[in-house]
């Protein structure tokens, strides 16, 4: 199982905080291109993306056990 963590709007358009999926392995591609089909989570595209709290840069291999978060970009003072 592969626990996802959504902040900010992307949490409130998901209408959870976490989502969990039952996968051995996958990518962080997969996984973003999943949340966009079943929650319609545009905003994917534009999230900073960490894997056990290390942020990730392109595509990411995931496997069971791991946590992934998406981390939209915030503004404000």
């Known amino acids: 199982m592969i626990k996802i963590l959504l902040f900010a709007q992307l949490a409130e358009q998901a209408g959870a905080q976490s989502i ?25 595209d534009r999230a900073m993306i960490a894997v056990n709290e290390v942020y990730r840069r392109g595509n990411s291999e995931v496997e069971s056990g791991d946590t992934v978060a998406f981390i939209p970009p915030v503004s404000g003072g």
Do not use: A, S, V
């Not at 392995?25 to 966009?36: P, V, W, Y």
């Open 20 to 44: 969990d999926i039952d996968e051995e392995k996958t990518t962080t591609d997969e996984i973003r291109q999943f949340l966009k089909e079943t929650y319609n989570l545009q905003g994917t």
